[in-house]
């Protein structure tokens, strides 16, 4: 079983930059694919960004596309999401989560996927 601790996040103002990490202990985090995903006040989980077990497949949601960064360090066994040209709409508590596959290059971006949770982490974008 993976523990997983976020940290990061914060408040910032539109066209700012944060970045998320996502810590994982009681196993190696090589054995697991990635994800983040993010949920705002009175909506549905939203998928993020997903990344494979040997980092080489690596998906977004349209919305993040060119402005935030998904990557992992398998030897610091943390997961990290780098967050550009943050606006208003990307306002919300971040969850990573870990998925045990024995597939390397395999994503995967449905929440049902993920065994593994997060804490989770408010990101708050002033306009």
């Known amino acids: 079983q993976v523990q997983l601790v976020q940290s990061g996040g914060g408040l910032v103002q539109a066209g700012g930059s944060l970045r998320l990490s996502c810590a994982a202990s009681?196993?190696?985090?090589?054995?697991?694919?990635m994800g983040w995903f993010r949920q705002a006040p009175g909506k549905e989980r939203e998928f993020v960004a997903a990344?494979?077990?040997?980092?080489?497949?690596?998906y977004y949601v349209d919305s993040v596309k060119g402005r935030f960064t998904i990557a992992r360090d398998n030897a610091k066994n943390t997961v990290y999401l780098q967050m550009n040209s943050l606006k208003p709409e990307d306002t919300a508590v971040y969850h990573c989560?870990?998925?045990?596959?024995?597939?390397?290059?395999?994503?995967?971006?449905?929440?049902?996927?993920?065994?593994?949770w997060g804490q989770g982490t408010q990101v708050t974008v002033s306009s």
């Open positions: 989560a870990a998925e045990s596959t024995s597939r390397v290059g395999t994503y995967y971006y449905s929440p049902d996927e993920y065994d593994y």
């Open positions: 009681g196993r190696t985090l090589s054995s697991y694919a």
């Open positions: 990344i494979s077990r040997n980092g080489y497949s690596i």
